[in-house]
């Protein structure tokens, strides 16, 4: 059994689906080349760069949500909203190496890599956007990170897929030796120095922690878990 199943749901302030199976294949494909070319486990692309701009972005996600202005109608509905992803979508994969990946550089092609999750989430919100935020702007900008920081911070420790650290833990080993310098030098970044506030972590990850203590914490233990053999997957708090 893995953690996943272990824990009650985890949810993001948005329900989000591909609309169709080209749509999901397209950004598969063009997911794993970024991950491959930029040795990324966790690519996240804009909508555009997939599928082209404005009007060419309908159609191929939906993501709904509650009104956060306006819950409820005055006949006690629940109000929805649908996100416009031809204004702003963004892509996220996660992905891991495959077990019986035999290089020692990290995985080369697609059959290297094994997918975790994959999904379509609304951008131009109220959230950090992985793509254009400035590391400078987050405190990132420090020697041996770079932006796939970012990217390991919303995707693998994101809503969607925080769950699923054991998976990578596993063959975290089997990465590119460059993603794994970098990550490991990100991480002791975030525990020494604490650049993000828990406000900016869950605006980059929509993970919320109720304190600055906790979040250290839990970047401490995802640290000692992929780097120094901690045997308990950290959790995020529900």
């Known amino acids: 059994m893995t953690m996943r199943d272990e824990l009650p749901p985890r949810t993001g302030p948005w329900a989000s689906r591909f609309d169709s199976e080209e749509a999901m294949v397209r950004a598969d494909d063009a997911l794993r080349e970024a991950a491959l070319k930029n040795h990324d486990l966790s690519p996240v692309l804009p909508f ?13 996600a939906t993501a709904i949500t509650i009104d956060p202005r306006r819950p409820y109608s005055p006949s006690g509905e629940v109000n929805y909203v649908y996100a416009d992803f031809s204004t702003r979508g963004l892509l996220y994969g996660v992905y891991r190496p495959a077990r ?29 956007d992985p793509v254009t935020v400035s590391l400078a702007d987050i405190g990132l900008d420090v020697p041996g990170v770079d932006r796939r920081l970012v990217n390991f911070c919303a995707g693998v420790l994101g ?7 054991g998976m990578l ?8 030796p460059d993603y794994q310098d970098t990550i490991r030098a990100g991480l002791r970044h ?7 506030t828990v ?17 250290r914490a839990y970047l401490a233990q995802v640290y000692a878990y992929l780097f120094d053999g901690f045997d308990a997957m950290p959790v995020a708090p529900q």
């Open 100 to 128: 019986d990946l035999e290089r020692e550089d990290g995985p080369e092609n697609d059959a290297d890599l094994r997918n975790t999750t994959l999904y379509p989430y609304p951008g131009g919100y109220e959230e950090i």
């Open 199 to 215: 406000a900016q972590w869950f605006g980059l990850t929509y993970v919320q922690f109720p304190d600055q203590r906790e979040l």
């Open 48 to 60: 555009e760069a997939v599928y082209g701009e404005g009007e060419n972005c309908l159609g191929k």
């Open 169 to 176: 833990r596993e063959v975290f080993d089997l990465a590119w």
């Open 190 to 196: 975030l525990v020494a120095n604490e650049p993000l």
């Open 159 to 165: 809503v969607e897929a925080v769950d699923d650290l």
